[in-house]
């Protein structure tokens, strides 16, 4: 049984930092990636980034390029996102997620595995 669990969320001011960590469990295939997506408050679910288990390859939405930094521990099967130079339009919920192929553009369409979500806040 497929399990991803986020943590790390928090409130922040703009231009701090903050991690989130994803601890996935039960998967079964070669190939697969982690990543997470995002939604703010009446908008829809998007993509921020994702990464190979495999691999390592990487996709950052043109937003958060620069600023965000995924990375995998697969040795203790956890994805982090850092975030760095936070702004108040990245605050929303995050959700860890997970699906079959290699990361790239096109992954988020592949997901069928979901964290429950970790809301970030970003304000003064």
């Known amino acids: 049984q497929v399990q991803l669990v986020e943590s790390g969320g928090g409130l922040v001011q703009p231009g701090e930092s903050l991690r989130l960590s994803c601890v996935f469990s039960g998967f079964t295939l070669d190939y697969y990636a982690i990543g997470w997506f995002r939604q703010a408050p009446g908008l829809e679910r998007e993509g921020v980034s994702c990464i190979s288990i495999s691999d390592g390859t990487t996709h950052y939405v043109d937003s958060v390029k620069g600023r965000f930094a995924i990375s995998r521990d697969n040795a203790k099967n956890t994805v982090y996102l850092q975030m760095n130079s936070l702004k108040s339009e990245d605050t929303a919920v995050y959700y860890c997620?997970?699906?079959?192929?290699?990361?790239?553009?096109?992954?988020?369409?592949?997901?069928?595995?979901w964290g429950k979500g970790a809301l970030v806040t970003v304000s003064s």
């Open positions: 997620a997970g699906g079959p192929n290699i990361c790239g553009r096109n992954w988020f369409n592949f997901v069928d595995h």
